[in-house]
């Protein structure tokens, strides 16, 4: 079993910056790619960001690149999401999640994660 626990969430004007901390725990946490996803109000929960198990290599959402940054500490089980220059269409429920498949290709469909986080609420004012 994993659990996972978000934080950091919040409220935040237009071009501001919040870092949300996902911990986890129960499993080998660092033979697992990460994710993050975003839920908003009356849509379909959508990828944000996605780091592999080394921490080597990221994928974003096109909505998120050059603004977000995924970033992971295996010896704290816990992966993090910077995001910078919000805006009001960034406001979402923010989940964590991990995947225990082991391929090669990126997973980006929440299908192909196992286990998630509660969510955190990210509100963007204009």
């Known amino acids: 079993q994993v659990q996972l626990v978000e934080s950091g969430g919040g409220l935040v004007q237009a071009g501001g910056s919040l870092r949300l901390s996902c911990a986890a725990s129960?499993?080998?946490?660092?033979?697992?790619?990460m994710g993050w996803f975003r839920q908003a109000h009356g849509k379909e929960r959508e990828f944000v960001a996605t780091?592999?198990?080394?921490?080597?290599?990221?994928l974003y959402a096109d909505s998120v690149k050059g603004r977000f940054t995924i970033s992971r500490d295996n010896a704290k089980n816990t992966v993090y999401l910077q995001m910078n220059s919000l805006k009001p269409e960034d406001t979402a429920v923010y989940y964590c999640?991990?995947?225990?498949?082991?391929?090669?290709?990126?997973?980006?469909?929440?299908?192909?994660?196992?286990?998630w986080g509660q969510g955190t609420q990210v509100t963007v004012s204009s």
């Open positions: 999640a991990v995947t225990i498949r082991s391929g090669i290709r990126w997973y980006v469909q929440d299908y192909e994660y196992d286990y």
């Open positions: 129960g499993r080998t946490f660092s033979s697992s790619d």
């Open positions: 780091i592999r198990r080394s921490g080597g290599r990221t």
